[in-house]
Nanobody
Framework: QLQLVESGGGLVQPGGSLRLSCAAS????????IGWFRQAPGKEREGVAC????????NYADSVKGRFSISRDNAKNAAYLQMDSLKPEDTAVYYC??????????????????WGQGTQVTVSS
């Protein structure tokens, strides 16, 4: 069982930055694709970004391209989401998720077998 724990959320002003972290419990973390998802109040959960198990391949939702960057450090069993130029519409609970595989795709979400508990990101002045 892979356990994921997100951290790094908080309140930030528009235009600001945050870096989310996803810590994994398992030493075989390097075999898992990692995705970041978000869910705003009253909206469906949506994919934000994903990274392949090796870290060599990434995908982003159009809404965050050029502003967000996903990365991972397999030696530390961790993944990250650097979020820059934040907008109020980025406000949501952010989740990291994982599935055993190589190449990443953001959807369908159903292929992600393991989920963290989420961390709140609020972008507001």
């Amino acid at each position: 069982q892979l356990q994921l724990v997100e951290s790094g959320g908080g309140l930030v002003q528009p235009g600001g930055s945050l870096r989310l972290s996803c810590a994994a419990s398992r030493f075989t973390f390097e075999y898992y694709v990692i995705g970041w998802f978000r869910q705003a109040p009253g909206k469906e959960r949506e994919g934000v970004a994903c990274i392949s198990s090796s870290g060599g391949h990434t995908n982003y939702a159009d809404s965050v391209k050029g502003r967000f960057s996903i990365s991972r450090d397999n030696a530390k069993n961790a993944a990250y989401l650097q979020m820059d130029s934040l907008k109020p519409e980025d406000t949501a609970v952010y989740y990291c998720a994982a599935f055993l595989g190589r190449l990443c795709v953001i959807s369908p979400m159903s292929q992600y077998d393991y989920w963290g508990q989420g961390t709140q990101v609020t972008v507001s002045s």
